[in-house]
């Protein structure tokens, strides 16, 4: 069958839910298009309830994506809409369907969903594997995630050590590593200067930016830790956080004010809608992510697609995303490495070189490729 017979149909978030994950689906959606596949996503109409999401709205603002289809549909704690739904995807024959899977409470929904409309078709059904085991644990997570899986044909991981977790659950060979694209959906780059002015910060001083929500598995707290280094005092390095908290901010707050970093910390804690992305990243000289655990990050393509300088820690497959000392840093986890980072590429001037090589390793990141290894995994099923 050739490219442009095949037809798919992504499940998962999509505006006008909002999110990293949304994002992604979007972009997807719209690259297996341009490679000539008929291509749509079925989005949730619900998908937390209230006491799983701990952000302020689930939902974006704005104009919706006009160049793709977008259904949304799926009820996540409703046993007979997933029928429904499932009814309505086996009825269309899609040749495969990808199920984004993130988190181990989407099991039941997309792994009944999935089962049901494998019974009896020849559709093929492709998990893009978030995490299979979550950062943050609870009750039933296994038995979620391995009910989901089964349903399964074969398996993308966007990290080497998301690829690991899955053999946890599954012996099956059909599975592929594809890095996470970049994320070219926040509009172009702007200079520096211009990106500063916009956010009204001063031109003067040195940024290094935090961004997206804030959990504790996140590490604010050691770059917080790392910021109150008098190396970096002395350099007038300012920490940009522009992100919403998802959980208490007086950790947070009580280490700033206990180092007295108040006017060295830039909070700009609330949810950033898309059209000013541009701005936090080109505004910065380096993108900072000193997270305790993690899998794969939106953020590292963000930072690629605008070209900047990283600070990872050496978590998942961050250090995969990020060379350490060619696009940036992969440090230990904890706030005297990530010290160490700072001061380093700001007392040698490493910007420049970074930046160089952050052009040229973002090659690797093309969303063609992405949809060429989707076809490959789906040829071999």
Not at 347 to 352: A, I, Q
Request: glycine residues 6%.
């Amino acid at each position: 069958m050739s490219v442009k017979n095949l037809k798919a149909i992504i499940v998962g978030p999509a505006f006008p839910l909002r999110g990293g994950i949304a994002n992604f689906n979007e972009a997807l959606c719209r690259a297996m298009i341009v490679a000539g596949i008929d291509t749509k996503v079925i989005s949730f109409s619900l998908q937390y309830p209230g006491f799983l999401f701990p952000g302020k709205t689930q939902f974006d603002i704005g104009i919706g994506p006009k160049d793709i289809v977008i259904e949304t549909k799926i009820n996540s704690i409703n046993p007979f809409n997933w029928l429904k739904v499932a009814r309505q995807i086996k009825k269309e024959n899609p040749d495969i369907v990808i199920f984004r899977y993130w988190l181990p409470f989407m099991g039941p929904c997309l792994g009944t969903i999935a089962k049901r409309i494998k019974r009896g078709t020849k559709i093929k059904v492709i998990a893009i594997t978030d995490n299979v085991i979550p950062h943050e644990k609870r009750l039933g997570d296994k038995k979620f995630t391995s009910y989901f899986i089964k349903q399964c044909d074969g398996f993308i991981a966007m990290s080497q050590s998301v690829l690991n977790d899955l053999k946890k659950f599954t012996s099956s060979e059909k599975k592929s590593f594809l890095p996470h694209p970049i994320y070219d959906i926040f509009g172009e780059k702007v200079s520096k200067s211009i990106a500063l002015k916009h956010l009204h910060l001063n031109e003067n001083d040195k940024h290094l930016l935090f961004f997206g929500f804030i959990r504790k598995y996140k590490g604010l707290d050691l770059l917080l830790e790392a910021m109150a280094d008098e190396r970096i005092r002395q350099l007038g390095v300012k920490l940009i956080v522009a992100g919403e908290y998802y959980e208490d901010a007086t950790p947070y707050n009580e280490i700033i004010q206990k180092n007295g970093l108040e006017e060295r910390v830039i909070l700009k804690t609330e949810y950033i809608p898309s059209e000013l992305v541009r701005y936090y990243f080109c505004a910065s000289d380096m993108v900072a992510q000193p997270y305790r655990s993690a899998t794969q990050s939106g953020v590292t393509q963000i930072a690629y697609h605008f070209e900047k300088p990283m600070l990872v820690t050496n978590v998942g497959g961050l250090s995969e995303i990020v060379p350490h000392n060619k696009v940036g840093y992969a440090t230990e986890i904890d706030s005297k490495s990530i010290a160490n980072a700072i001061v380093d590429f700001y007392s040698n001037n490493k910007e420049p070189i970074f930046i160089q090589n952050v052009i040229v390793e973002k090659q690797r990141f093309l969303w063609s490729s992405f949809v060429d290894g989707v076809l490959g995994l789906f040829n071999q099923l």
